[in-house]
């Protein structure tokens, strides 16, 4: 399933605010800052990270169901989309 700008823009925007947290962080280390406030920061990106997967794949379960219920073949078919659900779990 190709990615459509309807199913990534909250994604996207939370992948953008990641790379500006991920910048800050090896700023951080390149500047022998404190770890714990760039661990802090760094579990941040990845839990921004996570979200953005979570949220492609719920667009693309949303997608896919329209699919369905518009009686058209669905892109993906709903084991598809569980194993890459599970992929990010």
């Known amino acids: 399933m190709n990615l459509r700008p309807e199913m990534t823009g909250e994604a996207l925007t939370r992948l953008k605010r990641a790379r500006g947290q991920l910048n800050a ?6 500047n022998g800052e ?5 661990l802090t920061q760094l579990a941040a990106v990845s839990k921004a990270i996570d979200r953005a997967g979570f949220k492609i794949i719920a667009s693309g379960m949303r997608y896919c169901d ?3 219920q518009a009686g058209e073949e669905p892109e993906m078919t709903e084991e598809e989309l569980e ?3 599970l992929s990010l779990a």
Do not use: P
């Not at 404190?34 to 760039?38: F, K, L, M, T, V």
């Open 25 to 30: 962080v090896i700023e951080m280390m390149e």
């Open 34 to 38: 404190d770890c714990r406030a760039a």
């Open 66 to 68: 329209a699919a369905r």
């Open 83 to 85: 194993k890459l659900f």
